[in-house]
């Protein structure tokens, strides 16, 4: 069972820019593919970015594509995502999510695909 604590959210003006982090419990950190999403309130949780277990190969969602960089660090047992150039329609929460996938080598954007989730934290922007 991966354990997940993302940490960095917070109440930002627009422009500005903020990291968050999502660490894992597990040791073996690199078996996992991993993503964030978030969800606005009344609205659904959507894909906001992916990364593959070496951190090679990531994707990005076209609205916050040059914005945002999903970044991981697996000595650390830490994900990351750079968020920049923050605009009130990024206000979320935002959840990392973790895939066990020891053999594979890509990325994966969707909710289903994913086995382990955090919390959330909250991302505010204001104009």
């Known amino acids: 069972q991966v354990q997940l604590v993302e940490s960095g959210g917070g109440l930002v003006q627009a422009g500005r820019s903020l990291r968050l982090s999502c660490e894992a419990s597990?040791?073996?950190?690199?078996?996992?593919?991993m993503g964030w999403f978030r969800q606005a309130p009344g609205k659904e949780r959507e894909f906001v970015a992916a990364i593959s277990r070496s951190g090679g190969t990531t994707f990005h969602a076209d609205s916050v594509k040059g914005r945002f960089t999903i970044s991981r660090d697996n000595a650390k047992n830490t994900l990351y995502l750079q968020m920049n150039s923050l605009k009130p329609e990024d206000t979320a929460a935002y959840y990392c999510?973790?895939?066990?996938?020891?053999?594979?080598?890509?990325?994966?954007?969707?909710?289903?695909?994913?086995?382990?989730w955090g919390q959330g934290t909250q991302v505010t922007v204001s104009s």
């Open positions: 999510a973790a895939k066990y996938t020891i053999y594979g080598t890509g990325y994966y954007i969707r909710e289903s695909e994913y086995d382990y």
């Open positions: 597990e040791r073996t950190f690199s078996w996992y593919g």
